[in-house]
């Protein structure tokens, strides 16, 4: 577990310090989130078991009273108390103890494939947030932009070089930046909210994200052999051993069960006889055995752990088809955006360019304000994709580590 939050952690760059560290927050998230809980509580519940399976048959008792005692030779029978013990069949406990164990083992996967869904929820949910905040600060710096363009704008209306439409237009400009701003800003809360019942406190709890994530250089390998070994398919192996385990239990059930009692009579004296044992009590030692001859119960729950063992291969085989798509999906998305941000990162240099080049105009005495929007727009939407762009990539690297750390 500690592999997968470390490359997690491998893929920031962090630029301030008071940015919070996104292995803190996951390892907050593990020890606090009720999802993690509630699997662990299962996982001790079905490791419990295996107590309340390590035992044998109630001890039967039993106890009688003559109404109309019967005479015997020593004498009247009084009342009877009988004792009555059935043990199972030998090594029957113990299978039954390997079952449950074997139950408990698959539950346990529960719990890895849970905190394995929850690192990934809390790294994609960190990217999300620190995407609306890269956003913000790009429309931030395009409205103060605006408004030196408007004041240029100001001034170029005073000597007659502009209409105070381009001005109203710039204006209008900033007006939709602005509410793009407060849009994100409350689109940020709401996943701030998410982000921290993933760490199961307050919902207004401040969260504070890197100011720049980079593209790395290069991908970090993939290995894809490490897809068998994923928990999600290893507990259909851990069904399937369980099942295996069940069959041993039923053919130990269908077994013969041993028992062994005592009975003990109460005999009263003859009064009016004196013999040798006269009035002597019965003490009988019993041994007694349970045979299932009508055994179709244990032959149809044979066929069932054949038929459920092929239903779990066949499960096996169809999540592993699932997440060998979900991986093969994520490794080509990945490879798109770093597509898309090397395109846009070229698109951007060039806008800039252009931007110089409206400004060199406006030293010259000539400005098209027109082209000062068409070119702020594209910057603005270049920008956005390339903040997009390695959100994604990062957010498609969590799913890959999902799938194969």
């Keep these: 577990m500690k592999r997968i939050i470390y490359t997690l952690i491998g893929l920031l760059t962090f630029s301030v310090s008071n940015a919070q560290e996104l292995e803190v927050l996951i390892n907050e998230a593990l020890n606090n989130n009720p999802v993690i809980q509630k699997f662990e509580l299962q996982y001790r519940i079905a490791s419990e078991k295996v107590n309340e399976v390590n035992t044998i048959p109630n001890t039967e008792f039993s106890v009688g009273y003559f109404v109309s005692e019967p005479e015997t030779r020593t004498g009247a029978q009084r009342f009877k108390v009988s004792a009555k013990q059935m043990l199972p069949w030998f090594g029957t406990i113990a299978s039954r103890e390997n079952y449950v164990s074997a139950l408990a083992d698959a539950k346990y996967e529960d719990i890895v494939v849970a905190k394995r869904k929850l690192m990934a929820s809390v790294a994609q949910s960190y990217y999300y947030l620190y995407a609306n905040k890269?956003?913000?600060?790009?429309?931030?710096?395009?409205?103060?932009?605006?408004?030196?363009?408007?004041?240029?704008?100001?001034?170029?209306?005073?000597?007659?070089?502009?209409?105070?439409?381009?001005?109203?237009?710039?204006?209008?400009?900033?007006?939709?930046?602005?509410?793009?701003?407060?849009?994100?800003?409350?689109?940020?809360?709401?996943?701030?909210?998410?982000?921290?019942?993933?760490?199961?406190?307050?919902?207004?709890?401040?969260?504070?994200?890197?100011?720049?994530?980079?593209m790395p250089s290069e991908d970090f390998e993939i290995t894809t052999k490490n897809l068998a070994l994923h928990p999600e398919l290893l507990k259909y192996d851990k069904l399937y051993q369980s099942i295996e385990q069940s069959e041993l239990l039923n053919q130990k059930e269908s077994s013969p069960m041993i028992g062994f009692g005592l009975d003990y009579i109460n005999i009263s004296e003859r009064p009016d006889m004196n013999f040798s044992d006269n009035g002597k009590d019965i003490v009988m030692p019993m041994v007694s055995v349970s045979i299932p001859i009508f055994n179709?119960?244990?032959?149809?729950?044979?066929?069932?752990?054949?038929?459920?063992?092929?239903?779990?291969?066949?499960?096996?085989?169809?999540?592993?088809?699932?997440?060998?798509?979900?991986?093969?999906?994520?490794?080509?998305?990945?490879?798109?955006?770093r597509i898309s941000y090397e395109t846009q990162t070229k698109n951007l240099k060039q806008a800039k360019d252009a931007e110089n080049i409206l400004i060199k105009s406006y030293e010259t005495g000539t400005i098209d304000f027109n082209d000062v929007l068409d070119i702020q727009e594209l910057q603005l939407k270049f920008q956005m994709n390339q903040i997009e762009s390695v959100k994604t990539y990062y957010v498609q690297s969590t799913i890959i580590n999902y799938l194969i750390q």
């Design 134 to 214: 890269a956003k913000q600060e790009v429309l931030s710096e395009n409205i103060k932009l605006l408004e030196t363009y408007e004041t240029l704008a100001l001034t170029s209306v005073e000597v007659g070089k502009a209409s105070a439409v381009d001005v109203l237009r710039l204006q209008m400009r900033q007006n939709e930046m602005q509410q793009l701003k407060d849009v994100l800003s409350q689109q940020f809360l709401a996943e701030q909210t998410n982000f921290n019942k993933l760490l199961n406190r307050k919902n207004d709890t401040a969260v504070s994200v890197v100011d720049g994530l980079m």
């Design 296 to 337: 179709k119960k244990y032959k149809s729950q044979t066929k069932q752990n054949k038929l459920q063992q092929q239903e779990i291969t066949a499960q096996k085989q169809e999540r592993l088809n699932t997440l060998e798509t979900l991986l093969s999906k994520a490794i080509n998305e990945r490879i798109s955006t």
